[in-house]
């Protein structure tokens, strides 16, 4: 009994070796600030009980606008864990399984990397099953109200006159 109890402590050793990166650490930079936004944002929902990670990247958009403006577009799944929310990151907190993935979407505006609040970022998040093709319709929307417009007047423009 003991060496099997023995046996599994290392194989869980062995499958989360120390300093092992996590798929957020994986993630580029400027993509964490809206990761880090939409999880401050779930957690502080009434309705939210569990802490929960990044899990994977769906799709990732990056618009160069001008002057170290950048427009970003991700949608993301998190996962529900067994942790209550409020949990630091650094916390292991294993998995729920019996819960579906939480499909979340943030469009945003940076300037020289830092995320703008003008115009407000848009985040949308709903459990993956429950997603229907009107909130896609209605999150490409609103991401496009947040995206580069060539034709927008530049800064050197509005300074003229």
């Given amino acids: 009994m003991s060496a099997g109890l023995l046996l599994l402590l290392c194989a869980a050793a062995v499958l989360r070796p120390a300093g ?75 998995y729920r399984n019996d819960r579906p993935l939480m499909d979340c979407l943030i469009c945003y505006k940076t300037i020289s990397g830092r995320m703008d609040s003008n115009p407000r970022p848009y985040v949308h998040c709903m459990q993956k099953p429950r997603i229907t093709q009107e909130m896609k319709a209605t999150r490409l929307a609103e991401c496009k109200k947040i995206s580069y417009n060539p034709g927008a007047p530049t800064i050197l423009a509005l300074s003229t006159g």
Avoid: W
Wanted: charged content about 25%; aromatic content about 10%; hydrophobic content about 30%.
């Fill in 20 to 94: 092992a990166r996590s798929p957020y650490d994986e993630l580029p930079d400027a993509y964490r600030p809206g990761v880090d936004l939409v999880l401050e944002q779930l957690s502080s929902h009434a309705s939210v009980q569990h802490h929960f990670v990044y899990l994977r990247s769906v799709e990732k958009m990056e618009i160069e606008g001008s002057f170290g403006v950048k427009y970003l577009n991700h949608h993301f799944y998190l996962k529900p864990t067994k942790c209550a929310k409020g949990a630091s990151k650094e916390q292991h907190c294993p």
